[in-house]
């Protein structure tokens, strides 16, 4: 009898191990690399260019920058070398629209979704003058999907399609494993609340290794400016990924994406439209 239902239940035991690992629809991250590690720096400020990008040069490490009308004369050509060299200039908008905050003087509650996706357009166009890329990634102000009464406008950018992916928030726990459930415009990451040390960094990228996942962090300044670690946390991160470089792929977060998604089919959202009034 024992036997009986073993027989029974063995091909149900197989049958939903291959069902599951159908679901998740593991990525083979390339050159047989066990996880990749997406850096992005969101404002761009004069602290990653001062701190960041020297390291992350001197360690052959690319990264991607979501900028800001903030760039200027003075620092343009320094985010056009940096794009020349292969890092990415991602679109973060014009004027960083945020709900209410004394650091953030344009309020988001003032933009109806028309208005946010034309400053999004723009920056598009603006960036091309930069680096003439026409393929761009986006990261949503202070990680707010949403507009003037709490209005979200995600479906809006995806039905005009003036993005590839983007970029919200998380924390230490964001590891990206199932890509076939993903939302490409609701990309979660690790968004660092300032102060975090080298160690903790360290960790959360080996907790992304031992997943085989994908792991987004999202820094601001780096020795300055502000939600900042300290030059030497960034540090002992960029030397812990390029000594286990044989091992985490560190890609831009478009060639990460683009990469899982030519081996996974990306999924089908259904769109409801925000409305756009101006």
Known sequence: ?????????????????????????????????????????????????NNAVPQLLK??????????????????????????????????????????????????????????????????????????????????????????????????LRKFKLVKYARVGGDSSTVITDFKNLDTLRVPSYGLDGGENGETLVTYVKNVEQKGGLGVIMLHGVGGDYISISPEAHGQLIAYLKKHKKDIWIPTFQQALDEVYRQVKRPKVNIALTSLKH
């Open 59 to 156: 360690a052959g490490i690319k990264a991607t920058f979501f900028v800001t009308s903030d760039i200027d004369s003075l620092s343009i050509p320094k985010w056009r070398k940096l794009a020349k060299k292969g890092y990415e200039l991602g679109n973060h908008t014009l004027y960083h629209p945020c709900s209410a905050t004394e650091d953030d003087p344009v309020r988001s509650e003032t933009y109806t979704a028309y208005k946010i996706i034309r400053e999004i357009e723009i920056t598009d166009r603006f960036l091309f003058a930069v680096d003439g890329k026409t393929k761009r990634t986006f990261a949503y102000p202070c990680t707010e999907t949403f507009v003037a009464g709490g209005r979200d406008y995600v479906d809006s």
């Open 1 to 49: 009898m024992m036997k009986r239902k073993f027989h029974i239940i063995y091909p149900l035991i197989i049958c939903l191990i291959i069902s599951l690992a159908a679901h998740a629809q593991q990525v083979h991250w390339p050159k047989g690399k066990k996880a990749a590690i997406v850096l992005t720096y969101d404002d761009a400020l004069r602290s990653q260019l």
